[in-house]
């Protein structure tokens, strides 16, 4: 069984006290892991522009905590949290044709004080600062030699990465083909 993140990240209300079958949180991917027993290589695939922004931190420090190795596939589009839940995995494989994109948390923004905007603002760099860290140590675990600041700089950047450029910047570990997916 293969873990998909494809679609928004977000944890929704529940409607009668049910969860929407569509949904993409914390608590799906936790009750996902269940299944896998210790040792077993996770896959998860991904398609997904990310989501509300502390969920992704949660399920990339959930996914790195697991017990067993985590193997993340891009299978279109990683951006934003999406792009920080695969970054911080064992094995980072992208398709050919896909998208990696790197940017900051962001919050939608209501009528609020400055002081709760400024508020907003410090945290939403904590979240980045975490992701940033988490990402940087799992890509030198992997012989890739930067730190947080380099990725944050790509962050800041919006950096909109091809596959091969990920994989020159030491981003991904390898690029999918289209003949190795037919084969």
């Given amino acids: 069984m293969t873990i998909k993140i494809n679609g928004e990240i977000a944890r929704r209300p529940l409607v009668n006290g049910v969860r929407a ?28 522009f990310g989501g509300v922004a502390i969920e992704c931190e949660r399920i990339q420090k959930m996914l790195v905590r ?16 999406a792009a920080w839940i ?22 939608a923004c209501d009528l609020s004080s ?34 947080e600041y380099y990725v944050l700089d790509l962050m800041l950047e919006e950096a909109w990465l091809s596959a091969t450029e990920a994989f020159k910047l030491g981003l991904i570990d390898d690029i999918l083909y289209d003949a190795e997916v037919a084969a």
Avoid: W
Wanted: with cysteine; proline share 4%; net charge negative.
């Fill in 86 to 107: 695969a970054l911080a995995s064992r094995n980072v494989v992208m398709h050919e044709k896909g998208m990696l994109h790197l940017s900051m948390p962001r919050v």
């Fill in 21 to 48: 079958e569509d949904e993409i949180s914390t608590y799906t991917i936790k009750y996902q892991l269940e299944d896998y027993p210790r040792g077993h290589v996770v896959p998860v695939e991904i398609n997904s």
């Fill in 114 to 147: 400055a002081t709760e905007l400024r508020r907003q603002a410090d945290k939403l760099d904590r979240i980045a600062e975490c992701a940033a860290e988490t990402i940087a140590q799992q890509r030198q675990r992997r012989g890739h030699d930067f730190d």
């Fill in 66 to 81: 697991h017990h067993s190795p985590v193997d993340i596939t891009i299978t279109a589009i990683a951006a934003a949290g």
